[in-house]
């Protein structure tokens, strides 16, 4: 089964490549663009994969949470 999130976050960055690699960059979480998925209408949306432990997924979690604080 698929274990995804795919989250609409127009209302952030416009392109999701590049906010996939901000959050890798800040926070130390790997998300995927949602161009990988859509080309068309993609660029609004991240997929957010919670395959994992429950430990690294809260641990995950707390870093996007602060990344987005600090993002304002």
């Known amino acids: ?3 995804y ?3 609409d976050v127009r209302d952030l960055p416009d392109d999701s490549r590049a906010f996939a690699a901000e959050i890798l960059e800040r ?3 790997a998300v995927t663009p949602g161009l990988d998925f859509d080309p068309a ?3 609004g949306t991240l997929r957010f994969s919670y395959a994992s432990a429950t430990a ?3 641990e995950g979690l707390a870093r996007l949470s602060a990344f987005m ?3 304002g």
Do not use: P, T
């Open 1 to 3: 089964g698929a274990f």
């Open 5 to 7: 999130v795919y989250a």
């Open 27 to 29: 926070a130390g979480v």
């Open 41 to 43: 209408r993609g660029a």
């Open 56 to 58: 690294e997924i809260e």
């Open 69 to 71: 604080a600090a993002r």
